[in-house]
């Protein structure tokens, strides 16, 4: 006799899963946010996020990746300081916090393009990625725009520092993705 899962036992497990999953992929994106490097020039750090935020939507596909991300969002605004300096919800108010708001699109993006587009090829991968890379320099310098008072300042202070180091985390996200789909995703 086989059996079978009722619909609601189905959901039900489900629902765990990518809720469990998701809080996983937002305690690596508050991990990465630990190692932090300062450059003189700039307000924004150099962190490992921007690798966990696009691995989250390679790996999760948008709804997941976005969720993950939403998730490490939540965290930081109950207070609790995983974001790169420290300060919890006081992040929201800085010049990065456009970066840490676009947590979410640039996850989604990411996943969106990797879901239709990937095929499971490091090409696709990278290029989704760079999309989500793309989608986090629009939002946080917009922010940071507004904050130093214009976009050339923006620019420089925080996309061009960040070009080379962020078209690597993109391939590493790439190319580990794969890896991360079977695992995650059984």
Same mark, same amino acid.
């Given at each position: 006799? &086989?059996?079978?899962?009722?619909?609601?036992?189905?959901?039900?497990?489900?629902?765990?899963?990518?809720?469990? #999953?998701? %809080?996983?992929?937002?305690?690596?994106?508050?991990?990465?946010?630990?190692?932090?490097?300062?450059?003189?020039?700039? /307000? %924004?750090? &150099?962190?490992?996020?921007?690798?966990?935020v696009v691995l989250s939507g390679l790996v999760l596909g948008s709804r997941g990746g976005a969720l993950a991300q939403?998730?490490?969002?939540?965290?930081?605004?109950?207070?609790?300081?995983?974001?790169?300096?420290?300060?919890? &919800? $006081?992040?929201?108010?800085?010049?990065?916090?456009?970066?840490?708001?676009?947590? %979410? /699109?640039?996850?989604?993006?990411?996943?969106?393009?990797?879901?239709?587009?990937?095929?499971?090829?490091?090409?696709?991968?990278?290029?989704? $990625?760079?999309?989500? %890379? #793309?989608?986090?320099?629009?939002?946080?310098a917009s922010w940071l725009a507004v904050v130093l008072g214009s976009w050339q300042n923006a620019w420089l202070a925080g996309v061009v520092p960040f070009i080379l180091l962020d078209v690597v985390k993109a391939a590493i996200?790439?190319?580990?993705?794969?890896?991360?789909?079977?695992?995650?995703?059984?």
């Amino acid at each position: 006799m &086989i059996r079978t899962k009722s619909l609601p036992a189905y959901f039900s497990q489900t629902v765990w899963r990518q809720l469990a #999953v998701a %809080v996983v992929f937002a305690a690596i994106t508050a991990l990465t946010a630990r190692i932090t490097f300062y450059l003189p020039f700039t /307000p %924004v750090p &150099i962190t490992l996020q921007t690798l966990a935020v696009v691995l989250s939507g390679l790996v999760l596909g948008s709804r997941g990746g976005a969720l993950a991300q939403m998730t490490y969002l939540g965290l930081i605004a109950t207070g609790l300081p995983v974001d790169a300096n420290g300060l919890g &919800i $006081a992040a929201f108010f800085g010049p990065t916090a456009g970066y840490l708001v676009a947590f %979410v /699109p640039a996850a989604f993006a990411t996943g969106w393009l990797a879901e239709r587009f990937s095929a499971r090829s490091w090409w696709g991968n990278f290029a989704a $990625a760079l999309t989500g %890379v #793309v989608v986090l320099y629009v939002v946080g310098a917009s922010w940071l725009a507004v904050v130093l008072g214009s976009w050339q300042n923006a620019w420089l202070a925080g996309v061009v520092p960040f070009i080379l180091l962020d078209v690597v985390k993109a391939a590493i996200a790439a190319a580990t993705a794969e890896s991360g789909k079977f695992f995650f995703r059984r």
